[in-house]
């Protein structure tokens, strides 16, 4: 049969040709096949994933809405493959509410006894469902998980380390702040947004003293980075990092942050001296300080800073003058007639100008 196939009668490299062209229809067939599948495949994933996803929303929203409606249901047991799908609608339900709704929701968890099952996919190979188990015991906030999360946030994929530093915030905010703070200056890659939304979870109150101490013994850059988390600390503690921080630090970057937490209320030693320092960002986080004081000595301070070098430093001077509670627009025009530097003037004009669209 094989000999009939090759003995064509043509020459060789015309009959090699052929069964090269007979290759690649059978190849385009078989890719066509395959593609047909695939697409079958999802038409029906999707499908199934749509049935399970209207099968359990009744059973979360009863859940939301009262105890009494979820214990009249009968809730049913798991189809294959649907935990997975169910965790994903829960997690997105349970992101958005929470007090008494999202106890309801807990405890629904825990009656269709899925809390073994999540310590166990917290643990799998796969990224996704590894992420969206931890996402899910921090909600539940499981206690009997604490250590194995707590492992994960030095996990060196950035996505596991940060869902497991929020899931500790949610498990036992107090106690989790105290273990993530001194972490934040190493996993510098945690998103910013994150680290505020779980330092928030704990509360300025146990957020204070530990960010105030990791700031005070932390090296300049560990300053730097983290006096803007500052801002969630109790008032008068915020006020003493970002005073502290003026008096005896001298990287740029630490004072500039400290100028830019600080009330403007409290102390705020070197101030004055602040806004002639050399760095530019220095000076134009001292003028916006300056105009958060609102003193009157304060205000010629200010209209010095008109004539600096720097666009942003005279521009955030300008606006302090505008929103000092003393000075109207009819006072920052004559302040701007009296100017003989152009660049003063001119910064002067634009702030008058925002003033009154205001």
Not at 161 to 184: G, N, Q, Y
Request: proline share 4%; hydrophobic share 45%.
């Amino acid at each position: 049969m094989l000999g009939f196939l090759f003995d064509s009668g043509f020459s060789p490299p015309v009959t090699a040709a052929l069964w090269c062209t007979v290759a690649a229809v059978l190849a385009a067939i078989l890719l066509l096949l395959y593609t047909i599948e695939l697409r079958i495949r999802r038409r029906y994933t999707e499908r199934r994933r749509a049935r399970t996803v209207a099968h359990w929303r009744s059973i979360i929203a009863a859940a939301i809405a009262s105890p009494s409606r979820l214990d009249s249901l009968e809730l049913p047991k798991f189809r294959f493959g649907a935990r997975q799908e169910f965790l994903w609608l829960w997690n997105h339900t349970r992101n958005m509410v929470g007090g008494a709704a999202g106890d309801r929701l807990n405890e629904l968890v825990c009656q269709l006894n899925l809390v073994k099952w999540v310590r166990r996919r917290a643990k799998h190979a796969h990224l996704g469902t590894r992420l969206l188990a931890i996402q899910t015991l921090g909600y539940l906030k499981d206690e009997i998980s604490w250590d194995a999360i707590l492992a994960d946030i030095d996990d060196d994929n950035m996505s596991i380390s940060i869902t497991a530093a929020e899931a500790l915030a949610d498990i036992d905010p107090v106690r989790a702040v105290l273990i993530l703070i001194p972490k934040i200056c190493d996993r510098r890659e945690w998103p910013k947004t994150h680290v505020f939304r779980l330092l928030q979870k704990a509360g300025s109150e146990a957020v204070s003293e530990p960010l105030y101490r990791a700031i005070r013994t932390g090296s300049a850059a560990d300053a730097a980075y983290l006096l803007p988390f500052a801002v969630l600390a109790e008032f008068d503690v915020r006020d003493a990092i970002a005073a502290e921080t003026m008096a005896n630090r001298k990287d740029p970057n630490a004072i500039a942050a400290a100028l830019k937490i600080s009330s403007g209320y409290g102390r705020t030693p070197r101030l004055h001296e602040l806004s002639k320092h050399r760095v530019r960002y220095v000076r134009m986080q001292a003028a916006r300080l300056l105009g958060r004081t609102g003193r009157p000595e304060d205000r010629q301070r200010l209209e010095e800073m008109l004539t600096d070098e720097e666009w942003w430093v005279r521009y955030r001077a300008a606006l302090a003058l505008a929103g000092l509670p003393d000075v109207a627009t009819a006072d920052l025009a004559a302040m701007r007639a009296r100017q003989s530097d152009p660049f003063a003037r001119d910064i002067l004009e634009q702030a008058i100008a925002e003033v009154r669209h205001q």
